[in-house]
């Protein structure tokens, strides 16, 4: 892993700077992207403290194609090329649907499903120079449903159909394509703020550990849809 080149978009905090933690360690060049400087500068800070690697923070928004074109051209200048592309950033808004407002439904699909097809659209070019790598992070909401999720539900089943559809794209230029989709994770998606109660949760550092193995597999083999949930949560 010495010397990838990697954006990974959300990559400021929980699954997204577990991510970014795991691959730094291993050596890579680790871009973050997410729309809040202070967040991007806390991270990369902590991110600096990890000796091995190089890091850069870039502010952008996943829901601007021209944003995300532009983090991706500086990436290009700072570090001339870009092997791999985590399309992390999503958020979630959960109310049942008589009371979803338009936004709320906007947001979440703009930021998990077109979000990542404008992360994939300006990446492809320098991933077919590098034979790179696409991971996008779904959710098993994108194959389970339930009340009062109907915008986070249909932007993860939205992503987990574009994820395997443009897997069969970009094969043929060796690009390889995998969805990873987690169940519980510790982190701080929907405001929550992680403690010892998450400790029996999937670890942000787990999935960066996923990550890792999938960029270490020989290329001939292609997990392409990944399910990872904790092994042991609390009865209900």
């Known amino acids: 892993m010495m010397d990838k080149v990697v954006l990974i978009t959300g990559g400021s905090k929980g699954i997204g700077l577990g991510i970014a933690e795991v691959l730094k360690r291993s050596g890579s060049k680790v871009a973050i992207s997410g729309r809040n400087s202070e967040t991007i500068e806390l991270a990369v800070n902590s991110l600096n403290q990890i000796t091995t690697g190089e890091v850069m923070g870039l502010v952008s928004d996943v829901r601007d ?40 439904w906007n947001q979440v699909i703009d930021t998990n499903l077109t979000g990542v097809f404008h992360t994939v659209k300006a990446s492809i070019p320098s991933l077919k120079e590098s034979e790179g790598y696409i991971i996008t992070i779904a959710s098993l909401a994108g194959t389970n449903f339930f009340p009062t999720g109907s915008a986070y539900s249909a932007s993860k089943f939205g992503l987990v159909g574009f994820s395997q559809a443009i897997m069969l794209d970009l094969r043929k230029y060796k690009i390889k394509v995998t969805t990873i989709m987690p169940g519980s994770v510790t982190s701080e998606f929907n405001d929550h703020s992680p403690s010892q109660a998450d400790d029996w949760k999937i670890q942000p550092e787990d999935i960066g550990q996923m990550v890792l193995d999938l960029l270490k597999m020989n290329p001939r083999t292609l997990p392409s849809k990944i399910e990872v949930r904790p092994s042991n949560p609390p009865s209900t």
Do not use: R, Y
């Not at 990436?75 to 709320?104: C, R, Y």
């Open 65 to 104: 194609f021209n944003s995300v074109k532009t983090a991706v051209n500086k990436i290009i200048d700072k570090w001339g090329s870009l092997d791999v592309v985590v399309a992390n950033a999503g958020l979630g808004h959960f109310a049942p649907i008589e009371e979803m407002t338009l936004d709320q």
